[in-house]
């Protein structure tokens, strides 16, 4: 693939600008727990949502705002369907940092890339 079929452009409002994307994103809303310390210092544990997925990262939304490089533990609820061992427990939990955070009326909007690829 050549440069120019690897960049997306992407319109904002007025502005136009550029994306390159490593990994290709998937729209998917996943609940999910993250765990961590918010930008205040304190300990949490909180329900949030994916609003894309990637291989390396996620966008998810957080009820509380939390500081850029902060590793937080995120864990995706598997309902117990059964107990039989041919079917997998669920998935382990993933260690993310925080790459960026923005506050989008009564939640935060965060970007994480997880610390191993999943996949």
């Known amino acids: 693939m050549s440069a120019k079929e690897s960049i997306s452009h992407h319109r904002v409002g007025v502005a136009t600008y550029e994306e390159r994307r ?15 310390r918010d930008a205040y210092g304190e300990q949490f544990l909180e329900l949030a949502k994916t609003l894309d997925i990637s291989a390396i990262g996620a966008f998810i939304t957080s009820p509380r705002p939390l500081a850029n490089n902060e590793i937080v533990t995120l864990t995706i609820p598997a309902p117990s369907i059964t107990s039989s ?3 997998p427990s669920g998935m382990p939990p993933l260690q993310a940092r925080v790459k960026r955070s923005q506050e989008a009326g009564d939640v935060q909007l965060i970007g994480v890339e997880f610390l191993k690829p999943i996949g």
């Open 85 to 87: 061992a041919l079917v």
């Open 22 to 36: 490593r990994f290709q994103r998937l729209r998917l809303q996943i609940p999910l727990f993250i765990r961590g």
